[in-house]
C-alpha cells in the first residue's frame, strides 16, 4: 500500500465518505441490481414451468384423446396458461361457428384468428420483465459513469483548493468516484446476459406453440372437411331415398 494511502481506508469508507450525490447514484444502482435479480429468478422459474406445462399438454394432445373431451378437460381447469389457454381459445371459437354452421373456410380462418391472439397474449404473458431487464442493461452503466464523473470532478475541485497536491488528498475523491462505474456494470451485466438467455428461451416456446397451433388448425381442417363430406353423403343418401 502506498505510505500516502490511509491504511483504515476501504470500500465501506469509500462509501460513506462520498459525497451525497454519488451516494444517490450508488444507491439507485443497488436497487436496479436488486430489482434485476428479482426479475430473473421470476423469469426463470416461469419459464421453466411454462416449459413444463407445455410439454405435460402436448403428451395429453397427442395422446389421441378425443378433441372434444380434451376441450372438456381443459375446461375445467381454474388456471389455465400456455398451450392449455391456447388450445382453450382455439377450440371455443371452433365450436361456437360450427354450432352456427359456417362455412368451412370462415370456421378455420376464425380458428386461426382466435390461435394468434391466444399466443400473443401468452407470449406477452411470459416475457413480462425483459423490458426492466433491458432498460437497466443499457441505463445502468451511463448511472454509474455519470457518478463517477460528478465524483471525480469533486476531487479536482477538492485538490484545488489544497497547498500541497499529494496522492493521499485526490486518491479517495477518484477511488469513491470509481466505485459508481463498478456498481453501475454489476447492476448492468448480469442484466444483459439474462435479457439475453430469456429472449433466446422464450422465442424457442414461442416457435414451439406456433408450431402446436398449425397442427391443430390442420387437424381441425381435417375433421371440418370429414364432416362436410358425410353431412354431403347423407344429404346425397336422403334425396335418393326421396326419389325412390
Known amino acids: 500500500m502506498s505510505p500516502y494511502m490511509p491504511e483504515s481506508l476501504n470500500i465501506i469508507d469509500l462509501i460513506t465518505q462520498a459525497s451525497l450525490l454519488v451516494q444517490i447514484v450508488m444507491a439507485l444502482l443497488l436497487l436496479a441490481s436488486l430489482l434485476s435479480w428479482v426479475i430473473i429468478f421470476r423469469m426463470s422459474a416461469r419459464l421453466g414451468t411454462a416449459k413444463n406445462f407445455d410439454q405435460q399438454f402436448e403428451t395429453w394432445f397427442w395422446s ?34 360450427h354450432k352456427k ?24 404473458l411470459l416475457e413480462s420483465g425483459l423490458t426492466t431487464l433491458a432498460s437497466i442493461g443499457s441505463v445502468a452503466p451511463y448511472i454509474g459513469l455519470f457518478g463517477t464523473v460528478w465524483g471525480i470532478m469533486n476531487a479536482f475541485l477538492g ?10 488528498s485526490v486518491a479517495p475523491g477518484i477511488a469513491e468516484a470509481l466505485i ?5 456494470l454489476f447492476a448492468a451485466i448480469p442484466a444483459v446476459l439474462a435479457y439475453n438467455h430469456f429472449t433466446a428461451k422464450s422465442s424457442r416456446l414461442y416457435d414451439s406453440r406456433a408450431l ?5 388448425t390442420g387437424m381441425l381442417q381435417r375433421e371440418t372437411s370429414a364432416e362436410h363430406i358425410a353431412h354431403k353423403e347423407t344429404q346425397s343418401t336422403a334425396s335418393q331415398v326421396r326419389g325412390l
Not at 402446436?212 to 391443430?216: A, G, I, K, R
Request: proline share 3%.
Open 180 to 184: 459508481a462505474t463498478a456498481m453501475g
Open 101 to 124: 354452421r359456417q362455412p368451412k373456410d370462415d370456421i378455420i380462418d376464425g380458428v386461426e384468428r382466435k390461435l394468434r391472439v391466444g399466443l400473443g397474449r401468452q407470449q406477452q
Open 159 to 168: 485538490l484545488s483548493q489544497t497547498e500541497q497536491a499529494t496522492l493521499a
Open 64 to 97: 389421441g384423446e378425443d378433441l372434444a373431451k380434451l376441450y372438456q378437460g381443459v375446461q375445467g381447469s381454474p388456471e389455465r396458461q400456455g398451450l392449455e389457454q391456447i388450445f382453450y381459445v382455439g377450440f371455443s371459437e371452433y365450436l361456437r361457428m
Open 212 to 216: 402446436f397451433c398449425d397442427e391443430m
